[in-house]
């Protein structure tokens, strides 16, 4: 008797674990510890397991281990961050979730659009998957700390999605992208920047601006954040990074020589006058 013919549809998800270890899903200023837990459940359902959590109001507790129904593991090995910056320090492509659209230029996908980009660039390094408080979501600040917006296509009179049931959805589209998608996840020779090197950059970048005297105003924000999201839209890699920052700092040597007095002729003295 012939043996049964060997499956020769594996399920990918298993085949591909260590692009699913670099997908990180962060939790920012959670307020209610049965939210993280039922996270983890819907985090552990789709095969992923590292959790990090941003000043949560209330971990570790009880409820969030109630709540995780045998998720219990992604909880004791959770990271607790005192800032977004730490959370996100060695990633290279944050997916921001959102669920309202604002007054915003930054690129904005649906979870089926956004995921296989996740998982792309979860080939080269680590990614996060970025969720905000429970009532309010995720601030300004924190978008732009992002590559691409997410939001999911609900209905519009009533768009108000559960933290957990938000984080089920974008962990099963990545999933989905990752089995079914057919994505060639190969790694790629460049190196994207990481996102403590942009931040630096943008560091940088705000500082030699101001000394310039770019900035027309004594609150520069708004106009940082639209810098981050044309920059977000460039997805940077290292090399351009050390590229940005070297024509910065030559800017800021350009800018510290002594200016030589230019002859001021008189016709040019009789504008000044007027």
Do not use: W
């Amino acid at each position: 008797m012939d043996k049964p013919a060997p499956n020769k549809s594996p399920n990918k998800l298993k085949d591909k674990p260590g692009i699913l270890s670099n997908v990180r899903v962060v939790l920012s200023h959670t307020t209610h510890p049965g939210n993280i837990g039922a996270a983890a459940r819907a985090m552990k359902t789709m095969g992923l397991e590292s959790l990090y959590l941003v000043n949560p109001r209330h971990f570790p507790d009880a409820q969030a281990d109630t709540m995780s129904a045998g998720a219990d593991d992604l909880l004791r090995n959770a990271a607790v961050c005192g800032s977004i910056d730490e959370a996100l320090h060695g990633t290279v492509f944050v997916a921001a979730m959102t669920a309202r659209l604002r007054d915003i230029s930054h690129e904005v996908l649906t979870p089926r659009e956004a995921m296989p980009l996740l998982a792309q660039h979860a080939a080269q390094g680590q990614v996060a998957l970025l969720f905000g408080t429970e009532m309010s979501g995720l601030t300004n600040e924190e978008m732009g700390k992002s590559h691409v917006l997410v939001r999911i296509p609900a209905n519009p009179q009533y768009s108000s999605l559960n933290l957990a049931a938000a984080v089920q959805v974008a962990c099963y589209e990545l999933s989905v992208a990752m089995q079914y998608a057919g994505l060639n996840l190969r790694q790629v020779e460049v190196e994207p920047a990481k996102s403590e090197e942009v931040e630096r950059f943008f560091v940088h970048l705000e500082d030699v601006l101001t000394q310039i005297g770019f900035f027309n105003t004594k609150h520069p924000n708004k106009l940082m954040q639209k810098l981050r999201r044309l920059y977000a839209r460039a997805r940077l890699e290292q090399e351009e990074i050390n590229i940005l920052r070297g024509i910065l700092s030559a800017t800021t040597g350009y800018n510290a020589r002594p200016r030589k007095e230019t002859p001021v002729n008189d016709k040019e003295k009789q504008v000044n006058d007027v």
